[in-house]
């Protein structure tokens, strides 16, 4: 099902989408007879039954109350996870881009994982805001791992069964922050703060459940900067896939419902472009992934 997140910025409200309509779940969930009907995505991911809850909701959908998708606003599916972790470096294209440019060998033996604040989410139409920090703002379709069960030292084949479902990220970057170009030391680098400003990360339009899918089914992956495609490979490129980049992580940390994974951009970044292609006031940012959907955000000064 394709699960989503409406309403004013802070209040946002979980739903289903049925075609051109939200279905409100906690209303469909007490005409389901389902006890402490939760109204949130977070919340709802941690009961321990949700599916069934959901499938329950479903079947009374023409009962509950349901509002038209383009007279309100979309949120990120989960509006404030708990974790937002991201994979760096974790395509082959973008690898191999990066070595192009800067000349090492940039393969990694394990995943590396970085983070950045939850502050950072947008929702999938929002304006993106430009800070005046930045001249180098950058964009990275990625596909997003939404954790749909607490797990800990889980196995690659476990992986499935905790996962609730995908969604699409633009993982931005102030590039001349992250990179610290305002240090000698070049070892000195600010990943947190340079992902981290307020709207860095558009996510959306919606989680979609794993039943829709064929697992490791390869899903393609574009972006285009003012109708003109900057990003177009798919999830294949991946380094690390899902399965392995789930258990990586739940050896080091509990992953809880809701807790968000970005996995990897492929090659097109703005940083790697000859020129530079670095996203200014007024330009347009279109990704989309294949079976979920399309974020669409403005990027307007602060």
């Known amino acids: 099902m394709k699960l989503v997140s409406y309403g004013p910025i802070g209040l946002e409200r979980a739903g289903i989408l049925d075609g051109v309509s939200i279905i409100d779940l906690e209303a469909a969930l007490t005409l389901s007879g389902a006890p402490r009907p939760a109204s949130d995505m977070r919340l709802f991911l941690e009961l321990p039954d949700w599916q069934a809850r959901l499938k329950a909701a479903w079947e009374v959908r023409a009962r509950a109350p349901q509002v038209a998708l383009k007279s309100v606003r979309l949120g990120a599916p989960v509006p404030v996870p708990r974790k937002l972790l991201i994979a760096g470096a974790n395509t082959k294209s973008h690898i191999a881009e990066a070595v192009s440019v800067l000349g090492v060998a940039l393969a990694p033996n394990e995943p590396m994982i970085l983070a950045k604040a939850t502050s950072s989410i947008c929702g999938p139409n929002d304006n993106v805001i430009h800070p005046p920090e930045t001249k180098k703002l950058d964009y990275e379709v ?14 690659e084949a476990q992986v499935r069964d905790h996962v609730a479902g995908f969604t699409v990220i633009n993982e931005m970057s102030a590039r001349d922050l992250q ?26 339009p919606v989680l979609l459940t794993t039943d829709e899918f064929e697992w490791n089914q390869p899903l393609k992956m574009t972006t285009h900067v003012n109708g003109k ?13 899902v399965d392995r980049l789930v258990s990586y992580i739940s050896q080091a940390m509990t992953l809880y419902p809701g807790d968000v994974i970005a996995t990897g951009s492929p090659a097109g970044v703005a940083f790697f472009m000859k020129p530079p292609g670095f996203l200014k006031p007024g330009d347009v940012v279109r990704c989309e992934i294949e079976k979920i959907g399309v974020i669409e955000n403005k990027v307007v000064a602060e």
């Open 142 to 155: 990625e596909l997003g791992v939404v954790i749909g069960r607490t797990c800990r030292r889980i196995t």
């Open 179 to 204: 990179l610290a170009e305002h240090e000698t030391n070049p070892f000195f680098r600010v990943h947190f703060i340079g992902k981290s400003y307020d709207t860095f990360n558009p996510m959306g």
């Open 229 to 241: 495609v900057r990003q177009s490979d798919d999830t294949n490129d991946l380094y690390f896939n």
